[in-house]
Each structure stands twice: as structure tokens, then as C-alpha cells.
């Protein structure tokens, strides 16, 4: 299938062209269809599947064909929100990148930075508008904006929104949509309190799904080496310097450690850049610019900053701590390996992060390879798991049985994984 078969109007086949994308991912094959005929749609899909795509090309087709006619152009017809300000600051990219011949116009706002620049677009008057909850808020309370005129919603990343507790937020929001307006709601997991709010959002839908798994599987390489907290940062420099060069982001669970570890790589010789809540809008913007143009090549982030980074050709994701959400894993390892091209993800686990590990594999339904052939095997950790009670313990064994035909041992390709010694180089990777 070819965009050429979607019914999608001419000036975005334009911009596709410039954005040489010939074949609509899987969820875009599925969703436009559904969008165009004007449904409600409950997406199960994570950001690198081309979601971004599936939604914004319906919409402005909408919009495209509306506006002729419509006395009331230039008022908010699409309100997407979204978590954090750099998948904002995306989305609202992606919009201008496939409406460039439509003359339909986007805006962004998010928190964090002066509203001055932000309202005065609006007061130009948008169609599309991208926004975080908090700033969408304010801005409302101050009579910026008016939701008044949306015909299209979009909620993106729910499952992300409510860890981040903007589930009141939320609500408000959706209790000010009209009720004539067509409903998306995009979520990467579909836990109870998820699948409630998309029924609180959405009329009747239709569900496409694109599961995760999938993206992890087949197109990322993914191995574990188990070191102790303390070896961790001689670990990364270790394998920083093997890997010189390539483009790596690496993931740590605080701002704090994010600091640390450019203070640490710089040391090494290593040139890095941080990304998290701390840093200014602009600071992280230049840091994200700087690592988009291959300025410098590693760039440390928590996970709520590095929320929708998409970098072509993004080598390597190093997991230095691992999440404690399990999918928070899958959406980490998707920043490499994205739309077509392939990645590796390589993650640190210490002794108290197993059952994370073991979360994780659960999710993912595939065992990882551990990389036991480095300086800093943890071997005090082994100690510790095996006084561990019985019903802690990672016993490899029990899951041999388990989907072994995704289960390979790098070097062998056999699947007898263990906690133990085992030699596998980590130059394989
Ligand atoms: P998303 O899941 O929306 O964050 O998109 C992931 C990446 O895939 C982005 O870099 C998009 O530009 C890219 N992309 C989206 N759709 C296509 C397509 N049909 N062909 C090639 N790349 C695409």
C-alpha cells in the first residue's frame, strides 16, 4: 500500500513526497482510513510507529476541505495535548512539515517559558493547536484561548499524562470539548484507569493497535550487563569510548545523576549535554538542536524530557538506571530503531534493579542477553540474589521453556541465559 491509495488530498501527497515517506506505517495504513471517515479512534501505539502522522494527516485533510466554505477560519478546529513541551514542540513540526501546502496554520504552547510569544501567534488566529495541560489551562483562564470552535481532539500519550498526575487536568479539559467533535486518544499501555478516561473521551470508536512488543522485538538490539551502582559511570566511559562517536542517548532516573554523568563523561574526555525538567526550555532546546546536527553526540536525559526526542539515526540508548515502569523500558529503547531504521539499547542493572529487569522482560515477552564479558561484572550481586528468599530470585530456568525462539545468547545464539558467568563479548555490540 502507497499513500496514493489513502484518498489523501493532493497538497499533503505533496509534502509526503518532501518528507520521502512512500509507505504508511502500520498504524497509518490502519488509522487514516478510520479518521477520514470521521469515527472516533482508540490507538494503542507508542511514538515511533508514525503515530504523530496517522493523526495530524486526517486532521488537516479535514480541515483543508472545511475551510473553503467556513466563515470561522482561523479559529482552533484541533487541539492536540500532549505531555511534555518537546513532543509538543514535535507534533506541531509534524503538522507544519504535512500541511505546507494547505495554508492551514499551527501553533505550540507549553509551560516553562514567558506566555508573550505564545499568545500573540494565537492572536493571529491558528487552526491547530498543540499544547501541554498546564499552559492550555492557564491560557484558557485567561481568555486566550477558547475551545469553543474544536472539532478535532487529540489525546496523546495518556498513560504518559497520568504518571506525570495530570489526570485532573485532563478532565477539565475534556469537559470543556463540544460535544460535536471527533475524539482520538492515544496511549502506548491500556491499564484499567486508561481504558476509563478514553470511555469518559471518546464516542463510538474504533480501536487499532500496534503493540509494542513488536518494535522492540524486531527492530532493536537489546542487552543487559549487570554492574554495580558504584562501577556504572566506569562501565558507560568504557563503553562510550569503544563506541566513539555514535550518536547515544542515555537515560538516568534523576536530574541530579543526568548532571553527574556529563560531569563525569567530561572528565573522560567525552563531550555530553543534559536534558531534564531543571534546565530551561532554551537550554534544552539548544542541547536537543546541538545533538540533532551531530554537534555533539551523547545527551543524558530523564524521561519525562526526553519524551518524544526523535533524532534520524539515533545509534544507541543506554539505560544507566532502569525504569521501575516497565513500559517507560519500551518507550526508552524506541528512541533508537525508529520508523525504519534499526537501533541498540544497551541498560545497566544493578542488584536492586532485577525485579525491574524481570518486569520488563515480562513486558516485552523476551528474555534480554546479558553482557558478562566486561570489566565490571557485578559479582557481588549474584552473592546477594542468591541469599535472596526463593520467590525473589531471577531463575533463569524456570523461563527457558518460555518464547524461545526470541530468546538469543549473542555470541552462541543458543538460550541458555543465566545469572552466572557467561562469555559474551560486549565489543558485539
Ligand atoms: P512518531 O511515531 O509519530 O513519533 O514517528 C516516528 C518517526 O517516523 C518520525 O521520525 C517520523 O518522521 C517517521 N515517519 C512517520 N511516518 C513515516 C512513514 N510513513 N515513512 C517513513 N517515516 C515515517
Same mark, same amino acid.
Given at each position: 500500500?502507497?499513500?496514493?491509495?489513502?484518498?489523501?488530498?493532493?497538497?499533503?501527497?505533496?509534502?509526503?513526497?518532501?518528507?520521502?515517506?512512500?509507505?504508511? &506505517?502500520?498504524?497509518?495504513?490502519? +488509522?487514516?482510513?478510520i479518521?477520514?471517515?470521521?469515527?472516533?479512534?482508540?490507538?494503542?501505539?507508542?511514538?515511533?510507529?508514525?503515530?504523530?502522522?496517522?493523526?495530524?494527516?486526517?486532521?488537516?485533510?479535514?480541515?483543508?476541505?472545511?475551510q473553503?466554505?467556513?466563515?470561522?477560519?482561523? *479559529?482552533?478546529?484541533?487541539?492536540?495535548?500532549?505531555?511534555?513541551?518537546?513532543?509538543?514542540?514535535?507534533?506541531?513540526?509534524?503538522?507544519?512539515a504535512?500541511?505546507?501546502?494547505?495554508?492551514?496554520?499551527? !501553533?505550540?504552547?507549553?509551560? #516553562?517559558?514567558?506566555?508573550?510569544?505564545? !499568545? +500573540?501567534?494565537?492572536?493571529?488566529?491558528?487552526?491547530?493547536?498543540?499544547?501541554?495541560?498546564?499552559?492550555?489551562?492557564?491560557?484558557?483562564?485567561?481568555?486566550?484561548?477558547?475551545?469553543?470552535?474544536?472539532?478535532?481532539?487529540?489525546?496523546?500519550?495518556?498513560?504518559? $499524562?497520568?504518571?506525570?498526575?495530570?489526570?485532573?487536568?485532563?478532565?477539565?479539559?475534556?469537559?470543556?470539548?463540544?460535544?460535536?467533535?471527533?475524539?482520538?486518544?492515544?496511549? +502506548?499501555?491500556?491499564?484499567?484507569?486508561? =481504558?476509563?478516561?478514553?470511555?469518559?473521551?471518546? /464516542?463510538d470508536?474504533?480501536?487499532?493497535?500496534?503493540?509494542?512488543?513488536?518494535t522492540?522485538?524486531?527492530?532493536?538490539?537489546?542487552?543487559?550487563?549487570?554492574v554495580?551502582?558504584?562501577?556504572?559511570?566506569?562501565?558507560?566511559?568504557?563503553?562510550?569510548?569503544?563506541?566513539?562517536?555514535?550518536?547515544?542517548?542515555?537515560?538516568?532516573?534523576?536530574?541530579?545523576?543526568?548532571?553527574?554523568?556529563?560531569?563525569?563523561? /567530561?572528565?573522560?574526555?567525552?563531550?555530553?549535554?543534559?536534558?531534564?525538567?531543571?534546565?530551561?526550555?532554551?537550554?534544552?532546546?539548544r +542541547?536537543?538542536?546541538?545533538?540533532?546536527? #551531530?554537534?555533539?553526540?551523547?545527551?543524558?536525559? &530523564?524521561?519525562?524530557?526526553?519524551?518524544?526526542?526523535?533524532?534520524?539515526?539515533?545509534?544507541?540508548?543506554?539505560?544507566?538506571?532502569?525504569?521501575?515502569?516497565?513500559? &517507560?523500558?519500551?518507550?526508552?529503547?524506541?528512541? &533508537?530503531?525508529?520508523?525504519?531504521?534499526?537501533?541498540?539499547?544497551?541498560?545497566?542493572?544493578?542488584?536492586?534493579?532485577?525485579?525491574?529487569?524481570?518486569?520488563?522482560?515480562?513486558?516485552i515477552?523476551q528474555?534480554?542477553?546479558?553482557?558478562?564479558?566486561?570489566?565490571?561484572?557485578?559479582?557481588?550481586?549474584d552473592?546477594?540474589?542468591q $541469599?535472596?528468599p526463593k520467590?525473589?530470585?531471577?531463575?533463569?530456568?524456570?523461563?527457558?521453556?518460555?518464547?524461545?525462539?526470541? *530468546?538469543?545468547?549473542?555470541?552462541?545464539?543458543?538460550?541458555?541465559?543465566?545469572?552466572?558467568?557467561?562469555?559474551? !563479548?560486549?565489543?558485539? =555490540?
Amino acid at each position: 500500500m502507497t499513500f496514493n491509495d489513502l484518498g489523501l488530498i493532493e497538497p499533503i501527497l505533496r509534502a509526503l513526497k518532501t518528507e520521502g515517506y512512500t509507505h504508511p &506505517t502500520p498504524i497509518q495504513q490502519q +488509522a487514516i482510513p478510520i479518521l477520514l471517515s470521521g469515527k472516533d479512534l482508540l490507538g494503542c501505539a507508542q511514538t515511533g510507529t508514525g503515530k504523530t502522522a496517522a493523526f495530524a494527516i486526517p486532521i488537516i485533510q479535514h480541515i483543508y476541505k472545511q475551510q473553503k466554505n467556513d466563515r470561522n477560519a482561523r *479559529r482552533i478546529r484541533a487541539l492536540i495535548v500532549t505531555p511534555t513541551r518537546e513532543l509538543a514542540i514535535q507534533i506541531g513540526d509534524s503538522f507544519t512539515a504535512y500541511g505546507r501546502h494547505t495554508g492551514i496554520r499551527n !501553533t505550540v504552547i507549553y509551560g #516553562g517559558v514567558k506566555q508573550g510569544r505564545q !499568545t +500573540a501567534a494565537l492572536s493571529r488566529g491558528v487552526d491547530i493547536l498543540v499544547a501541554t495541560p498546564g499552559r492550555l489551562l492557564d491560557l484558557i483562564s485567561q481568555g486566550f484561548i477558547s475551545l469553543r470552535d474544536i472539532r478535532y481532539s487529540v489525546l496523546d500519550e495518556a498513560d504518559q $499524562m497520568l504518571d506525570m498526575g495530570f489526570i485532573h487536568d485532563i478532565r477539565r479539559i475534556i469537559a470543556m470539548l463540544p460535544r460535536q467533535r471527533q475524539s482520538l486518544f492515544f496511549s +502506548a499501555t491500556m491499564p484499567k484507569n486508561i =481504558v476509563e478516561l478514553s470511555r469518559q473521551m471518546l /464516542g463510538d470508536f474504533e480501536r487499532v493497535t500496534v503493540r509494542p512488543e513488536q518494535t522492540t522485538a524486531d527492530k532493536v538490539k537489546q542487552s543487559v550487563y549487570l554492574v554495580s551502582k558504584k562501577n556504572k559511570a566506569q562501565l558507560l566511559k568504557h563503553l562510550l569510548h569503544e563506541q566513539y562517536g555514535a550518536s547515544t542517548l542515555i537515560f538516568c532516573r534523576t536530574k541530579h545523576g543526568c548532571d553527574k554523568i556529563v560531569r563525569i563523561l /567530561g572528565k573522560g574526555n567525552l563531550h555530553a549535554a543534559a536534558i531534564h525538567g531543571n534546565k530551561s526550555q532554551n537550554a534544552r532546546q539548544r +542541547a536537543l538542536g546541538d545533538f540533532k546536527r #551531530g554537534k555533539i553526540s551523547i545527551l543524558v536525559a &530523564t524521561d519525562i524530557a526526553a519524551r518524544g526526542i526523535d533524532v534520524d539515526a539515533l545509534s544507541m540508548v543506554i539505560n544507566y538506571d532502569l525504569p521501575n515502569v516497565s513500559e &517507560t523500558y519500551v518507550h526508552r529503547i524506541g528512541r &533508537t530503531g525508529r520508523a525504519s531504521a534499526s537501533g541498540v539499547a544497551l541498560s545497566f542493572c544493578d542488584v536492586e534493579e532485577r525485579t525491574y529487569l524481570r518486569d520488563i522482560e515480562k513486558l516485552i515477552r523476551q528474555d534480554i542477553p546479558i553482557i558478562e564479558d566486561h570489566p565490571w561484572v557485578d559479582e557481588q550481586g549474584d552473592l546477594i540474589e542468591q $541469599m535472596m528468599p526463593k520467590s525473589h530470585q531471577h531463575n533463569r530456568r524456570k523461563n527457558n521453556g518460555r518464547n524461545s525462539g526470541n *530468546r538469543k545468547n549473542y555470541r552462541s545464539g543458543g538460550n541458555n541465559r543465566r545469572w552466572s558467568k557467561r562469555k559474551t !563479548t560486549s565489543k558485539q =555490540v
